[in-house]
Nanobody, 116 residues
């Protein structure tokens, strides 16, 4: 059973930065796509950032230029560097991993709150 564990969330002031981590219980090289999604109260889950095994990245329009997704295969970890945070970035952030068979694993989520 694959497990994804997010960490790094918390309370940050507008304009601040956070780095989220997603640690996988297996090699991340077995996944076709990994990434981050978020869900705020009353809204649907939305794409934040993903990458595939070809190295192609994809970002949601609202985070382009501010967030960066990266990975460390040796540590089986995916990161999300979030800069210039805004109040509207407040959400629960979920790590996801999709296999080549299109099965998707999800982490339990980590809360990010941007507030002064």
């Amino acid at each position: 059973q694959v497990q994804l564990v997010e960490s790094g969330g918390g309370l940050v002031q507008p304009g601040g930065s956070l780095r989220l981590s997603c640690s996988a219980s297996t090699s991340i090289n077995i996944f076709n796509t990994m990434g981050w999604y978020r869900q705020s109260t009353g809204k649907e889950r939305e794409l934040v950032a993903t990458f595939n095994n070809s190295g192609r990245t994809n970002y949601g329009d609202s985070v382009k230029g501010r967030f960066t997704i990266s990975r460390d295969s040796a540590k089986n970890t995916v990161y999300l560097q979030m800069n210039s945070l805004k109040a509207e970035d407040t959400a629960v952030y979920y790590c996801s991993a999709a296999t080549y068979g299109s099965y998707v694993y999800w982490g339990q989520g980590t809360q990010v709150t941007v507030s002064s």
